[in-house]
T-cell receptor, first 117, second 110 residues
Framework: DVKVTQSSRYLVKRTGEKVFLECVQD?????MFWYRQDPGLGLRLIYF???????EKGDIPEGYSVSREKKERFSLILESASTNQTSMYLC????????????????FGQGTRLTVV | GQQLNQSPQSMFIQEGEDVSMNCTSS?????WLWYKQDPGEGPVLLIA?????ELTSNGRLTAQFGITRKDSFLNISASIPSDVGIYFC??????????FGQGTRLTINP
C-alpha cells in the first residue's frame, strides 16, 4: 500500500514564526501536492511538484513556499505565519507517467491541523 | 482557481436511508473521483470513473460519470453509522491536477 506520511498531526505556532510542514511518500511517485482544507471551501491547491526541484503554484500560493530536494519528500513552508493560515493542510501524491488508472490515483496523508495564534 | 459545485453541502439522515450527492462543472474532465474523509484523517478514494456514461458500484456505493463529462453523482444505499464523514468529488484532466468540490458532510441519526 502507498503510504503518505505527514510529520505532525497538530501544530500550534505563533504569528510571525517560520513553519515547516513535512510530507514523505514511499512509492516513488513523481507528483506531490499540498492542499489546505477549510469548511465550505473544500480542498484548495497551494503548490505542487512534478519532479525533484520542480514546483508550480496552485490556486492559493500567497504566503507559502515549497521545497522538493528529494523525490520522496515535499515540504510546505510558511515564511511568516499569520492567523489566516490556521487550517488543515493535506499532502497528496500521484504516481504520474504513462496514463493508467493506477498512475492517476491521488493518495493523501492524514493531515496536519495548524493553529496560528 | 476553478472549483467544482458540489451539493448538498450537508445532509442529516436516518440510518438505513439512501443518500445522493452530485458535482457539476463548467469544464470537461477526463476522470471523476469520489473521496471520503473520516474525522481527523486524510481523504480516501472510494470510486474512480474514467469514461463518459460509466456507472460503477463499490458495495453500497454507486457513482456515474455524466455523459457531458461535466458532472457526476454518488449514491449510497441503506446508510450505516460508519458512512458518516465528508465526501468530496474531484475532477481530473491529467496526473498533475485535481480539482475538488466543496464537500458534502454526512451526518446519520441512529
Amino acid at each position: 500500500d502507498v503510504k503518505v506520511t505527514q510529520s505532525s498531526r497538530y501544530l500550534v505556532k505563533r504569528t510571525g514564526e517560520k513553519v515547516f510542514l513535512e510530507c514523505v511518500q514511499d512509492m516513488d511517485h513523481e507528483n506531490m501536492f499540498w492542499y489546505r482544507q477549510d469548511p465550505g471551501l473544500g480542498l484548495r491547491l497551494i503548490y505542487f511538484s512534478y519532479d525533484v526541484k520542480m514546483k508550480e503554484k496552485g490556486d492559493i500560493p500567497e504566503g507559502y513556499s515549497v521545497s522538493r530536494e528529494k523525490k520522496e519528500r515535499f515540504s510546505l513552508i510558511l515564511e511568516s505565519a499569520s492567523t489566516n493560515q490556521t487550517s488543515m493542510y493535506l499532502c497528496a501524491s500521484i504516481a504520474g507517467g504513462l496514463w493508467t488508472p493506477m498512475n492517476t490515483e491521488a493518495f493523501f496523508g492524514q493531515g496536519t491541523r495548524l493553529t496560528v495564534v | 482557481g476553478q472549483q467544482l459545485n458540489q451539493s448538498p453541502q450537508s445532509m442529516f439522515i436516518q440510518e438505513g436511508e439512501d443518500v445522493s450527492m452530485n458535482c457539476t462543472s463548467s469544464s470537461i474532465f477526463n476522470t471523476w473521483l469520489w473521496y471520503k474523509q473520516d474525522p481527523g484523517e486524510g481523504p480516501v478514494l472510494l470510486i474512480a470513473l474514467y469514461k463518459a456514461g460509466e456507472l460503477t458500484s463499490n458495495g453500497r456505493l454507486t457513482a456515474q460519470f455524466g455523459i457531458t463529462r461535466k458532472d457526476s453523482f454518488l449514491n449510497i444505499s441503506a446508510s450505516i453509522p460508519s458512512d458518516v464523514g465528508i465526501y468530496f468529488c474531484a475532477g481530473q484532466r491529467g496526473a498533475q491536477k485535481l480539482v475538488f468540490g466543496q464537500g458534502t458532510r454526512l451526518t446519520i441519526n441512529p
